[in-house]
C-alpha cells in the first residue's frame, strides 16, 4: 500500500511464480537430523581411524619387552573343535536411524544392532538373524518393511555399501545387490505391490536406485534404475503410488515426487502452496481409501505437522496441526493413522484426521534416555504399536488400553567400551557406556537385570573376585569431562554407590581387580596407572608416567605384577608388591617376569597371545587397532575381536601369526571388548561404535574351576 501527494492511495498485489513454489516461510533442517542414516557412526569411526596408531620403526615396541615363559604348551594351530554360534543380540541401534524397527507379519519385532537385522519374539524372547551382509560394508544404516510385513530390505553404512532383501519372518536372504553407494547406503524403501525397492546414498548427489523383482519373490531382483536426485541431505523415502510410482523424497529444504521414465526419472519439487511452511519432510506414508474413497498420502513434517498431498499437482490440499515438535515417523492403521513425534508422543487420528488418542511414551517406566521417537509400526491388526526412541529403547503400546510394555533397551550414546562377567555368577555380565549407564544383564533371561545412572560417561568397569562389588572408571565423553578420573564403587547386587574417589583428572581407560581382591588398578588417559585398597579407595601407588595412555592393564596370579599395553604400542609391567621392589614402581627387564602366571588376558600383546594378530589379517581396516582379546576360563581357546568387526576364536595358546580360526558373525564395525562367562558357556562381543552386545553360545561346556587351577600349574600360563 502506498500514498502519493496525488491523494491516491494505491494497493499492490505481488504475484509469484507458483510453478517454482509459493509458501510462506521456509523451516530449515533441525541440524540433529544431520546425522540420518549412520552418519553419527561413520563421524565416530572416522575419527578414530585418524587417532589410529602409526610406527616406522622395524620393530614395534612391545616385542621389545616379550619375553616368552619356561613353560610354552604344544600349539594346536588347526581350527578349534569348539562350536560357537550366534545366540542373541541386546542393544537395538537407533541413535542415527530413523524408521529402523517394525512388526513383521507374524508380529515378531525387527530391528538393526550391528551388521545384524534381528527378528524377536517378545514372548518367548527368541531371536532369529538377518547377517548376510558382507564383513567391509559396515553396520546396518536403514531398514525398510513392506507393508504386509513379510519383506525386509536393509543397507549398510560402508564405503562398498550393499543392499539385501530378505524373509521378514525368517532371516533369509533373498537377493543382495552389491557396491550400490559409495559413502553408505541413507534409506531404502519397498513399494506397495513389493516388486519395487528404492535406496538412496550418501553421495554428494544422493544417488537413487531402483530394483525390480517381476515375481514379487526377489531371487530375480535387478537394478533397473539408476540417477542422480538432489544435492540436499535426503531424509525419508516412500512409494506414494498406489501400486508403486511416484517416489516421495524428503529432504532438507522440502522434498520431491520422482516420476520413472523409462531407464531414467522425471523429478518434480514437492510445492507447499502460500498458506503453508516448506519445510523438510522427514516421513512419509500412503493410506489406503476406504469405500471407494481415494488413497492419501501424508507426510509428517519438521513443523509438527502432517501434510496431506495431491499427487497430481505435487501440492499440500491440508495441513493438521499434529504435534509440537517434529514428526518423525507415520503409520497407516487402517482405519486412520498414527504419528510420533521428538516430542515423546504417539498420536492416534481417525480417518479425516480428528485425534483419537495421545500416549506419552516419554513417562513410560523405565524412562527413555532421549524422549524423542526414531520409529514407529503397527501390527497387522493396528491393536498395539511399536515405538523405537532415539536411545535404543523399543516400547510396545497396547492401542485401547494405553499400557506400555518395554520390550529392549541400548546403551544410547557415543561408544561403549566396559564390559565385565560376573565372576561368582556365569549367569550376569556388566557393561558401562558414554551414555552413563550401567547395566547388568541375565543371560538366561536374555534380558537386563538391573541398571543405574551415573553422574558421568564410563568406558572401564570390574567385577571384584567375590562378585560383591562393581567398579566403574568414568570419563571419555569429549562432551562432558567434569568427572573424568572418578572411581566409584557399588554393590553388583543393589548398584547403591558404596565408595567414590577422584586421584586423577584425565578419563579412565581401564580398572581390574587384583585376584585376591586387595588392590583396585586404575589405568588413566594421563599416563598413569593408580593403584587403590578397594576398603576405602585409599591411594596405595601411583606407577611413573608414561608417554602413552595405558589401555589395558591384568594383574599377575599372585597378585605381585601387573602387565600393561598402551596407546604406542608398548608392553610394560610393573611392581605391585613391596617386598619385590617399590610398589608401582617399572620392571625395568622383562625377564623378570617370565616365570610369571597372568589372572588374566586381556593384553592383546604377550607371548601366548600374539598370533591373534594374523587371525584375519592386519589389512587396511584392521592396521593401527589394538585386538580385543580373552582366553576362555580352561584356557583352551583364544577370543579376538578386530576394529573391521570381525570376531574370531582360535585354540590357545596362540603364538604364531597365521593359526586357523573361525570367525563369528554379528558385527560389522569396531569390537572394543570381548569376554568369556565364568562357566565358559558363552563369549560376548560389544560394539565400540554401534554399542551392539553379542551373546555367543558356546557348544561345548568349558573346564571347571579345579580342572583351569590344574591346567595353569603344568601350563604355566
Known amino acids: 500500500v502506498s500514498v502519493g501527494a496525488d491523494r491516491v492511495i494505491m494497493v499492490y498485489d505481488f504475484v509469484t511464480n507458483t510453478a517454482v513454489d509459493d509458501a510462506n516461510d521456509n523451516l530449515a533442517m533441525d541440524e540433529r537430523l544431520r546425522i540420518d542414516g549412520g552418519l553419527e557412526s561413520q563421524g565416530i569411526i572416522a575419527q578414530l581411524k585418524s587417532e589410529r596408531f602409526t610406527t616406522t620403526a622395524a620393530v614395534e615396541p612391545w616385542k621389545r619387552t616379550l619375553v616368552k615363559p619356561p613353560q610354552v604348551p ?177 529432504h532438507e529444504q522440502g522434498g520431491a515426487f520422482i516420476a520413472r521414465q523409462g531407464p531414467s526419472i522425471r523429478l518434480q519439487n514437492a510445492v507447499f502452496g502460500r498458506q503453508r511452511i516448506k519445510q523438510p519432510i522427514l516421513t512419509s506414508v500412503v493410506l489406503p481409501g476406504a469405500n471407494g474413497e481415494a488413497d492419501v498420502t501424508v507426510s509428517g513434517m519438521q513443523s509438527g505437522h502432517l501434510y496431506l498431498w495431491d499427487l497430481d499437482t505435487c501440492t499440500v490440499t491440508r495441513a493438521v496441526q499434529g504435534h509440537h515438535a517434529a514428526v518423525s515417523s507415520v503409520a497407516a492403521t487402517g482405519t486412520g493413522c498414527v504419528s510420533a513425534s521428538m516430542d515423546g508422543y504417539v498420536k492416534l487420528w481417525g480417518r479425516r484426521f480428528g485425534l483419537l488418542k495421545e500416549y506419552p511414551i516419554f513417562e513410560a517406566t523405565p524412562n527413555p534416555f532421549n524422549p524423542a521417537i526414531h520409529a514407529l509400526s503397527c501390527d497387522q491388526s493396528a491393536s498395539k504399536f511399536l515405538v523405537g526412541m532415539k536411545g535404543g ?161 591384568d594383574f599377575s596370579s599372585d597378585g605381585t605384577q601387573l602387565q600393561c599395553s598402551t596407546t604406542g604400542r608398548e608392553l610394560l609391567y610393573y611392581n605391585t608388591d613391596a617386598a619385590n621392589a617399590e610398589k608401582g614402581s617399572l620392571i625395568q627387564k622383562a625377564a623378570a617376569v617370565k616365570n610369571s602366571i597372568w589372572h588374566t588376558q586381556t593384553l592383546p600383546l604377550g607371548w601366548m597371545v600374539q598370533g591373534a594378530w594374523g587371525l584375519v589379517g592386519i589389512d587396511e581396516d584392521n592396521a593401527g587397532f589394538d585386538v580385543a582379546v580373552e582366553r576362555s576360563p580352561d584356557k583352551s581357546l583364544l577370543a579376538a575381536g578386530f576394529f573391521d568387526g570381525t570376531v574370531a576364536y582360535t585354540n590357545y595358546p596362540s603364538q604364531a601369526s597365521g593359526n586357523e580360526c573361525k ?34 553360545r558356546i557348544a561345548q561346556a568349558r573346564a571347571s574351576a579345579d580342572d583351569e587351577e590344574e591346567k595353569e600349574e603344568k601350563t604355566g600360563n
Open 74 to 250: 604344544e600349539e594346536d594351530t588347526a581350527a578349534p573343535d569348539t562350536d560357537v554360534a550366534l545366540d542373541y543380540i541386546l542393544g537395538p541401534m537407533m541413535t542415527d536411524m530413523r524408521g529402523a524397527s517394525f512388526y513383521n507379519h507374524n508380529g515378531d519385532v525387527v530391528f538393526a544392532s550391528g551388521q545384524t537385522a534381528v527378528i524377536f519374539n517378545a514372548t518367548n524372547h527368541e531371536q532369529q538373524f538377518h547377517s548376510t551382509h558382507s564383513r567391509d560394508t559396515g553396520d546396518i544404516s536403514c531398514l525398510a518393511i513392506s507393508n504386509d510385513g513379510r519383506l525386509c530390505a536393509s543397507g549398510t553404512s560402508g564405503e562398498r555399501s550393499e543392499v539385501h532383501v530378505w524373509d521378514a519372518l525368517t532371516g533369509t536372504d533373498m537377493a543382495s545387490f552389491p557396491g550400490v553407494h559409495v559413502g553408505g547406503v541413507a534409506l531404502v524403501a519397498f513399494s506397495s505391490c513389493k516388486r519395487y525397492l528404492a535406496s538412496v546414498g550418501h553421495e554428494d548427489s544422493h544417488m537413487l536406485r531402483v530394483y525390480l523383482s517381476a515375481t514379487g519373490k526377489w531371487n530375480d531382483g535387478r537394478c533397473i534404475l539408476v540417477s542422480d536426485t538432489v544435492p540436499l541431505k535426503p531424509l525419508s523415502l516412500a512409494f506414494v503410488g498406489s501400486d508403486s510410482f511416484p517416489l516421495l523424497l524428503g
Open 393 to 553: 529403547e523399543i516400547y510396545q503400546v497396547a492401542r485401547d488400553s494405553g499400557r506400555v510394555l518395554m520390550l529392549n533397551e541400548a546403551h544410547s550414546k557415543r561408544q561403549l567400551n566396559g564390559l565385565a562377567v560376573n565372576p561368582v555368577r556365569a549367569d550376569e555380565f556388566a557393561t558401562a557406556g558414554d551414555d552413563a549407564f550401567l547395566r547388568v544383564w541375565s543371560i538366561s533371561r536374555r534380558e537386563i537385570s538391573r541398571r543405574k545412572h551415573l553422574d558421568s560417561a564410563s568406558r572401564a568397569v570390574a567385577w571384584s573376585p567375590d562378585g560383591r562389588i562393581i567398579a566403574v572408571g568414568f570419563g571419555g565423553d569429549p562432551d562432558d569431562s567434569s568427572k573424568d578420573g572418578a572411581i566409584v564403587l557399588l554393590d553388583s547386587e543393589t548398584l547403591e554407590i558404596m565408595q567414590e574417589d577422584r586421584k586423577c583428572r584425565d578419563y579412565v581407560t581401564d580398572v581390574k581387580f587384583s585376584p585376591d581382591g586387595s588392590m583396585l588398578a586404575v589405568a588413566s588417559n594421563d599416563g598413569k596407572i593408580y593403584l587403590h585398597s578397594p576398603s576405602d579407595l585409599g591411594l596405595i601407588a601411583v606407577t611413573p608416567k608414561g608417554m602413552y595412555t595405558p589401555v589395558r592393564i
Open 663 to 696: 570367525q563369528l558373525e554379528g558385527l560389522g564395525s569396531a569390537v572394543s571388548r570381548v569376554a568369556f562367562t565364568r562357566d565358559g558357556s558363552h563369549l560376548i562381543a560389544i560394539g565400540r561404535v554401534s554399542r551392539a552386545i553379542v551373546l555367543y
